[in-house]
């Protein structure tokens, strides 16, 4: 089955409707730090793989996963970025706190992403064990190309 859309199919939509004005902020968790690093040099690798200009992406750390949304919320209202990556890894334990983080961080971003009609891509990963996140760190460049065709698609419904 073909993909709706390859990689290759959004790399052709956005040498119509990139724009190197576009700022891209990333929000991501600081927990976790080796693999966190691999999630974001993959999502930073992949925006400037796309054309975006290194000085059009912005890093923004956070202590934990659930501390996404608010920076997140705080350059939404700014009108600091065009759009947002949210990164993070939740390993869950013997309680189901991590569920809770999970939730509320994801519903956190789609609130934002919606009343600030921003793109806000969610790659915080929720796995059972940290191997497990360790397999899915190409999601930072997953993020990424996500984020560029949401708003490729925004920039087209506004011309």
């Known amino acids: 089955m073909k993909k709706l859309h390859s990689e290759e199919d959004i790399q052709e939509m956005l040498d119509h409707s990139l724009r190197p004005s576009w700022r ?12 966190m690093k691999a999630m974001v040099d993959g999502a930073v690798r992949k925006l400037l ?17 659930y501390e996404i949304p608010l920076i997140g919320a705080a350059l939404a209202k700014k ?8 990164l993070g890894i939740i390993v869950e334990g013997e309680t189901h706190h991590a569920r809770l983080v999970a ?24 796995v059972n064990a ?30």
Do not use: W
């Open 79 to 86: 009108k600091s970025v065009d759009a947002l990556i949210g």
């Open 103 to 126: 939730e509320t961080t994801a519903q956190g971003m789609m609130d934002i992403q919606t009343t600030f009609a921003l793109p806000f891509a969610n790659e915080v990963i929720y």
């Open 49 to 65: 793989q796309m054309g975006m200009k290194e000085e059009r992406i912005s890093l923004y750390p956070v202590s934990g996963s």
């Open 24 to 35: 891209i902020g990333i929000v991501y968790s600081t927990f976790y730090k080796e693999e």
């Open 130 to 159: 940290l191997k497990l996140a360790q397999e899915r760190l190409d999601k930072g460049a997953v993020a990424a190309l996500c984020t560029l065709h949401s708003l490729a698609t925004l920039s087209g419904m506004q011309s």
